[in-house]
Every structure is written in structure tokens, then in C-alpha cells.
């Protein structure tokens, strides 16, 4: 089914994923039809939240606890719905974020290993039943992901994660698809950059309605 009021997208995927060259490709897609996506990331998004993103990100001799991670997260997200994402939707604008909710299910949440009921709990009093209307979630070998990311700069706290924890993740994406199959659509990402980008034109044709 098609939607023609602006949307709020999501993009998901696990480290060498391809995120980046997707959203380009995605921002793209919008603009050759006229419209300007508002373009955000998470942790992140407003002065504020990108402040956390940083604590988040940081390499420290501290262990950071699963639930401060959590906790950090959503101060973050909520942030960045209140001041940003809800207030451009409002203006008619459509938005596409790196990232969001689904994120928190897969990494703290199934590889940290904090309960569902739990983060469930706090995401329902967080954002009140507010998540994307589309998500796109490039799914991806952990071997080969990780293959991918070791070309990039110095990687971050997660980046620095084992094989077991990337395992961890993409079970818990794939488990959040399964759950809501209508939202979260599964984009192969192991193929060419033409390859990935012609699945994900399929599906924003098929989902998106912007005539």
C-alpha cells in the first residue's frame, strides 16, 4: 500500500551494511521527483543529541553499562524526535533517518542481551507509540560486513564489538522484520552497490506515493 502524506524512513544495517551510499542513493530517488528530504542520523540529530552520540561513541577505559547505552540512547532519540523529526513532519516535510528505534531492539537488546519487555517499556514511554512509517534494513553476512567495514577510518566503541555481538545484531534486526513485516522491509545488501540500490528502488516504488 501506498502512502501520499509525507513519510518518516528509516534505514537500518549492521556495520558495512552500506548505510552512507544509501542514503545518498535514497536523498537522490526523493530529489529526482521534486522533493527535498529532511536527511538526520541516531544517535544524533540536534546539537544536543549529537553531544550524546559522541559520549556514546567514545572509546573509554569505563565500562559502560548495557542499561547507561540504553538509557543514553533514548535521552538522545527523544531529543531528536521532539526537536526535529516530529516538528519537520509537521511542516509537510518527508524524513529520512540513519537509524532509529529499531536499533536499540537489535543492539541493546538482543546483542547486549537486555529484555524486550523491558526496552519495550521504555520505548512506549519515550515516544508514545511514534516510529517510522517505512524502514529499510540492508541485511548482510557478519563476515562480509565486517570485511567491508575494516576499510573505513578507526572504528568507534561498537565498531570495536566481536563477530558474536554483529551475529547478535543482525538476529535481532531479522527478528524485528519478522515481527512487523508491513514496516520493516529487508534489503539483500550483499550484492553491488546497482544491485542494493535497485532493491531498495523497488521498494520505495512500491511504498512510496509522492504524486
Known amino acids: 500500500m501506498k502512502n501520499k502524506k509525507p513519510m518518516f524512513i528509516s534505514l537500518e544495517g549492521s556495520e558495512g551494511a552500506g548505510k552512507s551510499t544509501s542514503l545518498r542513493f535514497i536523498k537522490s530517488w526523493f530529489e529526482d521527483k521534486g522533493i527535498n528530504p529532511v536527511m538526520t542520523r541516531e544517535p544524533g540529530g540536534t546539537p544536543f543529541a549529537e553531544e550524546i552520540r559522541e559520549l556514546l561513541l567514545a572509546t573509554r577505559s569505563e565500562k559502560v553499562t548495557s542499561d547507561t547505552e540504553l538509557l543514553l540512547m533514548y535521552a538522545s532519540r527523544v531529543q531528536h524526535c521532539q526537536h526535529y523529526i516530529i516538528p519537520e513532519l509537521d511542516k509537510g516535510n518527508w524524513v529520512i533517518s540513519d537509524r532509529f528505534n529499531d536499533a536499540s531492539f537489535a543492539y541493546q537488546g538482543t546483542a ?49 564489538e566481536d563477530v558474536k555481538f554483529f551475529e547478535a545484531v543482525r538476529c535481532g534486526y531479522l527478528l524485528r522484520a519478522q515481527n512487523e513485516p508491513d514496516r520493516i522491509k529487508i534489503i539483500d545488501a550483499s550484492g553491488s552497490i546497482e544491485q542494493v ?15
Open 197 to 211: 540500490q535497485a532493491k531498495i528502488k523497488s521498494v520505495l516504488e512500491t511504498y512510496v506515493d509522492i504524486k
Open 112 to 160: 547486549r542481551g537486555l529484555d524486550n519487555d523491558r526496552i519495550t517499556e521504555l520505548d512506549q514511554w519515550c515516544l508514545q507509540d511514534f516510529k517510522p512509517d517505512l524502514t529499510l534494513f540492508l541485511d548482510i553476512s557478519v563476515e562480509l560486513g565486517l570485511k567491508r567495514a575494516r576499510l573505513r577510518s578507526t572504528p568507534d566503541r561498537f565498531e570495536k
